[in-house]
Every structure is written in C-alpha cells, then in structure tokens.
C-alpha cells in the first residue's frame, strides 16, 4: 500500500516542482530563447522554455526535452552569456599510475595553459574501466574562439605532458592492425 501512496506522491510533486522552476526560470532569466547552454551533460541551444519542460537543440540537430528542476539540481552554464565551451579530451591511464597524482598533474597542466580557464573549474571522471587501464574524461573550459585550437591539439599535449612525469599512457590502438585487410 504504501509503495501506492509513494507512486501517487511522486506523480503530483514531480510536475508541481517542475512547474515551480519553470516559474523561476521566468522570474530570475539564466537564459534566453537561443542562447547557448550546457546543463546536466547535455549541450545546445534553448529552443523553447515551457512551464514544465524546456526544449535545447543540440549540436547534431536532434531536440531534448529537459525538466526545468535540472536547471536548479545541476550546474547550468549559460556559453552565450559568458561566450566559454566545455572541450571533451580522453585519456587512458594505466593502473600502475597513482590516480592522484594524475589528477593533480591534469590540473598543473591546465593551470599553465593560459587558453584553459581556472573557472568553471575542470572536471576529471572516469568514464570506462578496462582491463589494463582507466579511460579518463577530462573536460576543462576554454573561450569559444580558442575552441577549434585547443580542440584540435590539447588532447596530444596533455598526454605528453603526462609522459614527462612517468605517468603511464594506454595509447589509442588503431581499430584495424597492419596486418588485418578488409573484403
């Protein structure tokens, strides 16, 4: 009985809390129809801002409907108010390396790269656990127009760097060896 009661109270608070965010939303105004965001992991533009849901468009052109209490339960960033952009580098870390050390020497890193912003801080998690390494997703901030070029480079850097100081690298495999041919 009491998973019914439990059922029937979460099916009118869920609405009603969304409905009371989507009225802040309106009242204190953390973005505009267009504007560019990222909130909980997802990333695109606000297309449509309802009472209960909000609608982004994301970078690929497919739309999500995300419940307006995310944009106070997570952290929001508005990348159109402060022009910034998240870059999504990955790295394998091999088990022998001290985990700490490793975090400790990815932000030295990006404390000296003066492309990478100190706020909102980087984000370092670990996104899939293999056999013989850790693959880490390091996430740092940088201005939108230093993007295409930290994009295109900074991943290369930081595993050099983390060469220098005898962290052990699991290198990116090619998906087809030398000596596999295809039909």
Known sequence: MSSIS??????????????????L???????????FIEVDGKVGSIEKSGFQKTTIKRIDGTETKVNNTIFYKRELHNLSAKNIISLDL??????????????????????????????PKAK???SKIKNDFVELSVKPWCLLDNFLELDAKLEAQLVQYLLSK??????????????KMLA
Not at 25 to 35: A, E, H, M, N, Q
Not at 166 to 179: A, D, L, M, S, Y
């Open 124 to 126: 370092i998690q670990v």
């Open 25 to 35: 939303l309106r009242v204190f105004k953390p973005f505009r129809i267009g504007d």
């Open 166 to 179: 005898n962290v052990v690298i699991e290198h990116k495999q090619p998906v087809f060896g030398t000596n």
């Open 6 to 23: 439990h059922n029937i109270q979460n099916s009118l608070l869920n609405p009603l809390s969304n409905i009371g965010s989507g009225l």
């Open 90 to 119: 990955t790295i394998g870390v091999s088990y022998q390396s001290n985990m700490t050390k490793v975090k400790d020497e990815i932000m030295n890193f990006f404390t000296q790269n003066h492309q990478v912003l100190n706020s």
